[in-house]
């Protein structure tokens, strides 16, 4: 039957780390506890990321980590050219040139590096592709790509020996195991520190397993790679280093409201000040929310300038958490300054929001310009694009001088430029609505008593939102009751029907079909169990409700579907941002499928909810039916009794008959 699938992805989110996640060796063997064995002297990984220059663009890296201890020996990969390869590629390591040769269809790079190349535990690879011709206004459309770059290293990886070491300035996975029974505050804690390494860490994988899974999932990961454990000890908070399945291990323990405070630390490049193997009175406090006005300086443009004749452009990346919640308008007012517009040359700057035009002037008279702009509500989305376009043509119009004679040059005030926003919402209930919808507080609820299986699915979510979120989010288990009797966004992991008929849920947990739009038809009988993700508003707040069904109360098989929806969400390409609609649905086999709940047939218990208003609206119409009947009634009566009164009197008014009387 034709489905509506979920994109899914490999794990990588960004090229630039993904290279470094698996250029960074990984570590076979244990030779003996709490030492790493060391890769064989000139062994290679070769990796499937790769990053493109198109002709005259300005050079594109690569960021590869380098664990301490290991040391970069040569660096291999493959450069192809598409289009017409005339020029010259150009390729770097932290700015020192390491192939420079004429472009042709393919080239082979292989140079090699060392430790004098690596810059803050990193080594940058870059590539550039200088056309052989350039014009002032047209760019070539030629592009090289480095792909299947392989790093060797010698050495042994460092083992942290202090708290500090163990936090470096990009690790490429962090594995966090979930004991059996967790308590409550264990819980919390593990989804808070899950949130504090997606926000420290954003390119790393994040894996929240059960503790006794750890072994077999952390098998072949790269070096560099750390365990992180939380667990419950009703002393003071303190923090230990050891090793777990030969990778360097940060134990986390305490108890209460303690705990989650100082998981929520481990986000703090501060943790840097722990020079010791163990450390205690771990803590910190909520980061402040982020305003409603922010400047591009405040969204991570430092600086922005364009440059040249033609259409150069920048862009800046916009979340609405970057306002501290969910927002209904923006305005956006730009500053900065320009050169002096040559006699009949021409030059305007454009504003774009997501590739809607928002307003767009000419860059005349003086060397100051302001651009004042709204974004309409049906613009935004909750990742958005702010793009910035210099349109410029040298005097005459004529392109065919060398480029950079006298180029136009646009600078933004980065911080002066600024972005004004409404708190409001945007969006319709759904997925988009996440993660802004929280703000910074996540108040986590479990459906049912299996606390392993739900805190290991709600990390697992947190991780996947977090990458979204511009601000730390602040997880904490609250009962079930009380999320479902407060005004709070929240979310809820395992699920029962009671629990999704209690929460209004559009999709209950018990057997469901749909309606077939535009070819789209799902099904599940009594046989087929489902389990589901479902972004909803409900008395005026959002929910996030995972859950699943299973025929005759099959725990653990719905326990299995609940696992695959928070791993696939996890994994899909794009993230949280790649999910659309409001209801992501699996079964034990196949692919997940997003949905529009608009296109299921009422179940029912949906339909047991408006039972009550049925019968309030069938007494109302009965009412108001015997109000009529009542009224047409004395409405006859009173006609009947007023035609009586006019006949009478007529009757009274009219003369006698002659030949009466004397």
């Not at 402040?288 to 006005?293: C, E, I, K, R």
């Not at 802004?436 to 996947?464: E, H, I, K, R, Y």
């Not at 007529?650 to 009466?660: D, F, I, L, T, W």
């Given at each position: ?77 493959a450069i192809s050219v598409s289009g017409k390869p005339e020029g010259t590629v150009r390729a ?223 862009y800046v990346g916009v979340t609405q958490s970057q306002f501290g919640g969910p927002v209904s ?50 613009q935004l989305q909750a990742k958005n694009g702010l793009r910035i376009r210099l349109a410029a ?270």
């Amino acid at each position: 039957m034709p489905l509506t699938p979920a994109r899914s992805r490999t794990r990588s989110r960004a090229a630039a780390v993904i290279v470094a996640c698996a250029a960074t060796l990984a570590l076979s063997a244990v030779t003996a506890p709490g030492a790493l064995a060391a890769p064989s002297q000139g062994s290679a990984l070769q990796t499937s990321s790769s990053v493109s220059a198109l002709a005259g663009q300005n050079e594109q890296t690569l960021v590869v980590p380098v664990t301490a201890g290991l040391e970069p020996t040569r660096v291999k990969g493959a450069i192809s050219v598409s289009g017409k390869p005339e020029g010259t590629v150009r390729a770097t390591v932290n700015g020192r040139v390491i192939l420079e040769a004429n472009a042709s269809a393919n080239l082979v790079l292989d140079a090699r590096v060392s430790n004098a190349d690596i810059t803050n535990q990193q080594l940058t690879v870059g590539l550039q592709f200088v056309p052989a011709t350039q014009t002032m206004c047209v760019v070539s459309n030629a592009t090289a790509t480095l792909s299947n770059l392989v790093v060797d290293f010698s050495g042994t990886a460092m083992v942290p020996t202090t708290v500090g070491e163990f936090f470096p300035v990009s690790v490429p996975a962090v594995v966090l195991p979930v004991p059996a029974d967790p308590g409550a505050d264990v819980s919390a804690a593990i989804m808070t520190a899950t949130a504090a390494m997606s926000q420290r860490y954003p390119d790393a994988a994040i894996t929240v397993v059960p503790e006794a899974e750890v072994g077999a999932r952390t098998a072949g990961l790269p070096a560099g790679s750390r365990i992180l454990s939380v667990v419950a000890d009703q002393g003071g908070i303190s923090t230990k280093l050891g090793t777990a399945a030969g990778l360097p291990q940060l134990i986390l323990s305490g108890h209460d409201e303690e705990l989650r405070t100082a998981a929520r630390a481990l986000a703090s490049d501060k943790t840097a000040l722990a020079v010791t193997s163990s450390v205690t009175g771990l803590t910190s406090a909520l980061p402040a929310a982020p305003g409603l006005t922010q400047s591009l300086k405040d969204l991570g443009s430092t600086t922005l300038k364009l440059s040249g004749y033609g259409t150069p452009e920048s862009y800046v990346g916009v979340t609405q958490s970057q306002f501290g919640g969910p927002v209904s308008s923006v305005k956006v007012q730009l500053k900065g300054t320009h050169t002096a517009v040559p006699d009949n040359a021409q030059a305007q700057i454009s504003v774009f929001w997501n590739d809607y035009l928002l307003s767009s002037k000419n860059l005349d008279g003086g060397d100051t310009f302001t651009v004042d702009a709204d974004v309409p509500a049906g613009q935004l989305q909750a990742k958005n694009g702010l793009r910035i376009r210099l349109a410029a043509l040298p005097a005459g119009g004529d392109c065919t001088g060398p480029a950079g004679v006298m180029p136009m040059e646009v600078t933004l005030d980065t911080a002066g430029s600024i972005l004004a926003a409404v708190r409001g919402g945007s969006t319709k209930a759904g997925f988009a609505r996440f993660p802004q919808a929280f703000g910074q507080s996540v108040p986590v609820a479990f459906g049912d008593g299996n606390a392993q299986a739900n805190t290991v699915n709600a990390a697992s979510l947190v991780a996947s939102l977090q990458r979204d979120s511009a601000t730390l989010l602040d997880t904490r288990v609250v009962g079930l009751d009380a999320l479902a009797g407060s005004s709070e966004s929240g979310l809820v992991v395992g699920a029962t029907a009671e629990v999704a008929n209690k929460l209004s849920a559009p999709l209950r947990l018990a057997e469901f079909r749909t309606i077939s739009p535009s070819g789209v038809e799902y099904g599940v009988g009594t046989t087929a169990p489902f389990g589901v993700l479902e972004a909803f508003e409900q008395g005026g707040r959002d929910l996030l409700l995972l859950g699943a069904w299973a025929p005759e109360g099959d725990a653990a098989a719905a326990s299995v579907l609940q696992s695959s929806l928070a791993t696939h969400v996890g994994g899909v390409e794009g993230g949280w941002a790649s999910l659309s609609r409001n209801l992501l649905v699996t079964q034990p086999s196949g692919t997940p499928v997003l949905l529009e709940s608009n296109v299921l047939v009422p179940q029912k218990a949906v339909t047991d909810d408006y039972r009550p208003y049925a019968w309030w609206i069938g007494g109302a119409v009965l009412v108001l039916g015997l109000a009529f009947a009542l009224r047409t009634v004395l409405m006859r009566r009173h006609a009947k009794e007023a035609q009586a009164y006019v006949d009478a009197e007529e009757k009274a008014s009219e003369p006698a008959e002659p030949g009466h009387g004397n």
